[in-house]
């Protein structure tokens, strides 16, 4: 585990959120996680310690995200990344606007959180950071996981946490038949029963992202009755 050298503040009015996503972050060796349960609490521990980075809920019991974001934006340029429940793209558009560095919406996976918040720390710290972005291609289209976007002729697709998680473990197993019950338990966890259909739901949402027809996939390829295999190289 590294010990990363940055302070991290996260805004959320759910103590039992609020204490997961530190407990993600310490985890992970982000050692100075500091907590806010509100938006007079987070403008107040943000001014006390000038955090590296700010995960910053939108709907807070005394106020909104957005507000407090421009308020601690009048202090300091410090990264911040929205935190919502609202999956609308008018949310996250409108945060993205005011000059957010990033949006996750709830419920998210661990993985795509401190994806997120490292990608985040690189762009801001690390501008000159001589390690190249991980990028998987599939044809034309590029996959960057630490940004959970597909690149494709100009254009940008985010890919959602559960998305992303099927991606990698195909990857991990690239050429190789991975199970339902793989990619079940990667996604949901070891308490994944009866999500197989889900499961499929997922895999064509990632066609429609990946494959120039999705009905006939190049790419992600069933192996029927079994599970799925990523293609090293289209059929």
């Known amino acids: 585990m590294e010990n990363y050298k940055y302070k991290i503040l996260v805004v959320d009015d759910n103590t039992e959120l609020v204490n997961l996503i530190a407990a993600i972050l310490k985890e992970d060796g982000y050692q100075e996680v500091y907590t806010a ?9 943000f001014k006390a310690g000038m955090p590296d980075m700010v995960v910053l809920d939108i709907m807070l019991p005394d106020g909104d995200g957005f507000s407090l974001f421009q308020r601690m934006r009048d202090e300091s340029e410090v990264p911040i990344l929205f935190l919502s429940a609202k999956d609308e793209d008018e949310d996250r558009l409108f945060g993205l606007g005011l000059g957010a560095d990033d949006y996750i919406t709830k419920p998210f996976l661990p993985k795509e959180l401190l994806l997120r918040v490292r990608a985040v ?49 195909l990857n991990q197993n690239r050429g190789r038949i991975v199970t339902f019950d793989a990619l079940c338990n990667a996604v949901w966890g070891e308490f994944y029963y009866g999500y197989e259909n889900t499961l499929m739901v997922h895999i064509r949402h990632l066609r429609e ?4 027809d999705p009905s006939h996939p190049k790419w992600i390829l069933t192996a029927r009755g079994l599970g799925y295999r990523l293609a090293k190289v289209p059929l």
């Open 37 to 45: 349960r509100s938006a007079r609490e987070g403008m107040e521990k």
């Open 121 to 169: 720390l690189k762009r801001t710290y690390h501008v000159n950071e001589e390690k190249a972005e991980t990028v998987l291609r599939f044809g034309e289209r590029e996959v960057f996981p630490e940004r959970a976007i597909v690149r494709f002729q100009g254009s940008e697709l985010a890919l959602t946490a559960k998305e992303l998680a099927l991606l990698l473990k």
């Open 209 to 212: 992202k990946l494959e120039d």
